[in-house]
C-alpha cells in the first residue's frame, strides 16, 4: 500500500463525511492550501483511493421499504457456471450489495424492494431462476441501526478525528 500523510488521511476523513466540500472549504478544513489540496485529491482519485462521488439517497424516501438479506446457495461452486451467476447478480439493480461468503451459502445479498409482495415476487421471478442457483434463505431488516459507507482510517495512524490538522466545524 502506499503511504498516506496525516494530509491525505484528513482529506479522506473530510470527503467521506461530505463529498461536495469545495476544494476551498476542504483545503481550510485540513490546514492546506487551496492548490496542494486539490494535487493532493487528483491523486487520490488517480491512485484509486477515492474511486468517486455519489448522493447517498434515503430508500424509504424513494418508496423502497424492505431491506431483504438474501443467502444465496449456488449448486456449483467452481468455475464457469459461478461465473455466470455472479455477472447475473451484478446487473440486477434490486441487489444493492453481493459477497461471496465463508460457511453456508455461496453469496450474501442485500437486495431493496418496495414490500413484501414485490420482494417475494422478484425472489421468485428473479433470483431462484438464475443460473446455477440451488436455494434463497432470507432474513428481513426490522430497522436499521447503522448503515454507513464511510471506512475507519483508524489503521492508518489516525486515531480520531481530533488528529485531523483541520479547523473545527461548529456543529
Given amino acids: 500500500m502506499e503511504n498516506l500523510d496525516k494530509f491525505d488521511l484528513a482529506i479522506l476523513q473530510e470527503l467521506q463525511s461530505d463529498g461536495r466540500l469545495s476544494n476551498a472549504e476542504l ?13 493532493r485529491v487528483k491523486a487520490l482519485e488517480e491512485s484509486g483511493f477515492i474511486k468517486g462521488y455519489r448522493a447517498e439517497i434515503d430508500r424509504h424516501k ?15 461452486n467452481a468455475g464457469d457456471v459461478l461465473r455466470a451467476l455472479e455477472e447475473a447478480l451484478r446487473v440486477i439493480p434490486e441487489v444493492v ?3 461471496y461468503i465463508s460457511g453456508t451459502g455461496t453469496f450474501e445479498l442485500q437486495v431493496v424492494s418496495k414490500d413484501l409482495n414485490s420482494f417475494s415476487q422478484f425472489a421468485r421471478d428473479v433470483l431462484i431462476n438464475l443460473p446455477n442457483v440451488k436455494d434463497l434463505h432470507t432474513s428481513f431488516s426490522l430497522g436499521e441501526i447503522k448503515a454507513s459507507s464511510a471506512l475507519p482510517l483508524r489503521h492508518l495512524g489516525m486515531a480520531d478525528a481530533e488528529q485531523i490538522p483541520a479547523k473545527r466545524r461548529l456543529p
Fill in 62 to 76: 424513494i418508496g423502497l421499504g424492505v431491506l431483504a438479506f438474501v443467502r444465496l446457495d449456488a449448486d456449483r
Fill in 27 to 39: 483545503a481550510s478544513r485540513v490546514g492546506l492550501s487551496a492548490a496542494p489540496c486539490w494535487r
Fill in 97 to 99: 450489495s453481493c459477497h
